[in-house]
């Protein structure tokens, strides 16, 4: 779960740097961290599939660094922490229209080969990247809204974007394992 977290490094460097209103060095922060962790990962042997957060991250940080200089009083600038979790939102709802939720690269780095080509491996990842969706999709629009009506409420905005992380975080460690053990309980066995 640790090296899982690794991926979201980017994003939560963005969010803890850009906090005080400096973007320009949270974007660039992201960007480096980003294709940092990809060159490492790609050094390590692991497929594009298991990097999606990372290169939505340097898809993501790329842009917004160049904006953040170049237009440095932007009017997305007190916008980046809406922008980042409609951007994750994408990422994840975009992985699972082309039917590659985000989470399989991730989930086959702890899980043995023969469970990945199996339906229910599938669809433990797809219900995991639909929390994440969501969560960012939730997060997304609590944010723009609250940057726009109480821009200066640091605290809530603190909350949701933790939130929007661990809450998802948790329900990806335990609803495998819920899974897991409802399906290899006994047959006849109920709970």
Known sequence: MARSLLGFLPWIAYAVVATSDEWRYGAILGLVIAVGVIVIDRRAGRTWDQMVIEVSAAAFFLPITVISFVSPDSPLMPYGPALVNAWLALTAWGSLAVRRPFTLGIARRTTPPEVWRTPLFLRVNVVITMVWGAAFTVAAVALAV???????????????????????????????????ARHLRPAGHTA
Do not use: D, Q
């Not at 640091?154 to 899974?179: C, D, E, G, N, Q």
């Open 146 to 180: 609250l940057l726009h009506e109480a821009p200066h409420a640091t605290a809530a905005v603190v909350t949701v974007k933790i939130l929007s992380f661990a809450v998802p975080a948790v329900f990806t460690v335990r609803y495998p394992k819920a899974v897991a």
